[in-house]
């Protein structure tokens, strides 16, 4: 079964500090696997998409990276802020017999405190 | 602006009254998706579809139609809400169901059936 964890389920840090949340998926024949962001009440934001052949992707302070054969990947901050305070999710496309299916992570809680 | 838009945003209802939850994109995306998002289960996919006139089960079904007629618009019904579809629901597109198909998700819509 296609399974998404994402430890841990919360996350405090005090603002400045880098950081990285964590995501482990059954099965390493992935298609790809995204990140996102939610915002209290709010949809998810884009983050950062990562294809099976990549081992990283980029976007400003976010770095994200791939490792297909551990199955897992990881979400590094830099340099923490109050506004990157947010649920972090991530979610994993397997494709083949499951094309089109998206399993999701229950996310980690991330709060910066000045 | 591109984007995945739904409505209503918010809906108060009572059980056995039929609603529709309206969503579209304007990116020409062949594939769309709903999901619903329950505290405690994270996000959990209730249909797909990868084009025109296709529609796909994902983890949740019942209770729930989905057609899916036209490229921008893919409405979710449900026949008869009960209390335990009170959720929120959100619906996302992506250019198509490869190893390239990052998702991008609508505002949400807040459902409470009485």
């Known amino acids: 079964k296609q399974e998404v964890t994402q430890i841990p389920a919360a996350l405090s840090v005090p603002e400045g500090e880098n950081l990285v949340l964590n995501c482990s998926f059954t099965?390493?024949?992935?298609?790809?696997l995204q990140w996102f962001r939610q915002d209290p009440g709010k949809g998810l934001t884009s983050l950062l998409l990562i294809q099976s052949s990549q081992r990283e992707q980029t976007s400003g302070r976010l770095n994200a990276s791939l490792d297909k054969s551990s199955g897992r990947s990881t979400l590094y901050i830099a340099a923490s802020q109050p506004g990157d305070s947010a649920t972090y999710l991530c979610?994993?496309?397997?494709?083949?017999?499951?094309?089109?299916?998206?399993?999701f992570g229950r996310g980690t809680q991330l709060t910066v405190w000045p | 602006e591109a984007q995945v838009t739904q409505n209503p945003r918010y809906l108060i209802t009572v059980t056995g009254k039929k609603l529709t939850v309206t969503c579209s994109q304007n990116?020409?995306?062949?594939?769309m998706s709903w999901y619903r998002q329950d505290p405690g289960l994270g996000l959990r996919q209730i249909y797909y579809s990868m084009n025109v006139e296709v529609t796909d089960k994902g983890d949740v079904p019942e209770g729930y139609k989905v057609s899916r007629k036209e490229k921008r618009n893919f409405p979710l019904i449900l026949e008869s809400p009960s209390p335990n579809q009170t959720s929120l629901y959100f619906c996302?597109?992506?250019?198509?169901?490869?190893?390239?198909?990052?998702?991008?998700f609508g505002p949400g819509t807040r459902l409470t059936v009485l």
């Open positions: 099965d390493s024949a992935i298609y790809n």
């Open positions: 996302a597109s992506a250019l198509g169901s490869g190893i390239n198909n990052e998702q991008f």
């Open positions: 979610a994993v496309y397997w494709g083949g017999s499951t094309l089109g299916r998206l399993y």
């Open positions: 990116m020409n995306h062949e594939y």
